[in-house]
């Protein structure tokens, strides 16, 4: 009696199979194997079966299975080397993430998102697992940094892979950014010297970025274009905590030395900053003007509301996912997305220097 019972629980609480699908919808399996892999040779009614024998029974096909068919995974994949800490905090990649939503959802796409934290070897690790396992057909690379592993590492995996900005040196892997980048930085040099402004300081981020690095660039090259000699510039983590940090340190500094203006490499660290400075005693922007990079919904609901360096990261995600649809012959309907050039919005966080100074 026990020996029944215990097989019979078996094979009720054993997952249904695709041989349970047919039986239900009374075809063959190679039926069922062509209905969910969407292709022709069905009848309309004989997919309806299938598909409504599937949904009864909770049955999908693996990926892993799918993929050792051959078959479109019809999933893009994107990881995240950062805690989700820093994520929850940074509207950045939220934005991103749904410029490529914008593109995948209409082709029947889908966003693989892996966050995987800043321990050494885990991105190489989730890109393995998902070049192994066939989860996904290529990948969405962000944040390319001096010296980029993940280029070669995916070459030697086969996934294909978009980067979304400047790569740190001429590869094949395509690349997806906006005309004219220093133009951004470039008009918020002129728009503080043209408020009377010239100690200006850059908060920057982790100096293995790509654009971190070239922002900086930009930076002194308009100060010293000016005849100035370049800000003092501290370099932090993208963080609001690094930004209190960072303001701290400037505003800590000799009257001749203090900045009147900082101009951050995000709009996070700018909001931060500029609440390390108001409650240290400064008046933003009577002593001290700030700026941030992004154009994020934040910099609208701040008091004074925040002057930025606007991109459009909805786009920047579209455009990265139409350039992998291209990538992997993916036909779509969307209108390829125009990025515009990075500019200047000026808000009430930035005016004239002190006369002081």
């Given at each position: 009696m026990t020996g029944r019972t215990g097989r019979t629980d078996r094979r009720r609480s054993a997952k249904p199979t695709i041989a349970d699908v047919a039986a239900l919808a009374g075809v063959s399996v190679s039926a069922v194997s062509k209905v969910m892999n969407g292709r022709d040779g069905i009848s309309a009614p004989t997919r309806?079966?299938?598909l409504d024998a599937a949904a009864k029974l909770r049955w999908s096909p693996s990926a892993t299975a799918v993929a050792l068919r051959g078959a479109r995974t019809r999933a893009v994949g994107m990881v995240a080397g950062r805690s989700p800490d820093v994520l929850a905090t940074d509207p950045h990649f939220t934005l991103l993430i749904s410029g490529?939503?914008?593109?995948?959802?209409?082709?029947?796409?889908g966003l693989l998102l892996h966050i995987v934290g800043e321990e050494p070897g885990a991105e190489e690790?989730?890109?393995?697992?998902?070049?192994?396992?066939?989860?996904?057909?290529g990948v969405i690379l962000t944040e390319s940094r001096i010296?980029?592993?993940?280029?070669?590492?995916?070459?030697?995996?086969?996934?294909p892979a978009v980067l979304v900005g400047a790569p740190w040196r001429e590869d094949p892997v395509p690349a997806v950014r906006a005309s004219g980048q220093d133009a951004g930085v470039r008009a918020a040099?002129?728009?503080?010297?043209?408020?009377?402004?010239?100690?200006?300081a850059y908060v920057s981020g982790p100096q293995d970025r790509v654009h971190t690095v070239f922002r900086r660039q930009v930076f002194e090259t308009a100060l010293a274009e000016h005849g100035l000699r370049p800000g003092r510039t501290l370099t932090s983590d993208f963080t609001a905590q690094g930004a209190v940090a960072a303001m701290r340190e400037l505003l800590a500094a000799d009257a001749a030395e203090r900045p009147t203006a900082v101009l951050f490499a995000n709009d996070t660290m700018a909001v931060a900053g500029m609440n390390a400075a108001r409650r240290l005693g400064y008046d933003v922007p009577g002593d001290l003007s700030v700026i941030g990079y992004d154009d994020l919904p934040l910099g609208e609901l701040v008091y004074p509301r925040l002057t930025t360096i606007a991109q459009d990261l909805v786009q920047l995600g579209r455009a990265a996912a139409a350039a992998m649809f291209t990538l992997l012959n993916v036909p779509h309907a969307q209108d390829p997305p125009t990025i515009h050039p990075p500019h200047l919005v000026p808000r009430e966080s930035t005016g004239p220097a002190p006369a002081a100074a």
């Open positions: 309806q079966r299938v490529i939503e914008r593109e995948l959802a209409p082709a029947d796409y690790r989730a890109y393995r697992r998902l070049a192994e396992e066939r989860r996904v057909d010296g980029d592993p993940r280029f070669e590492l995916l070459r030697h995996l086969r996934l040099v002129d728009h503080l010297l043209g408020l009377g402004h010239r100690r200006i």
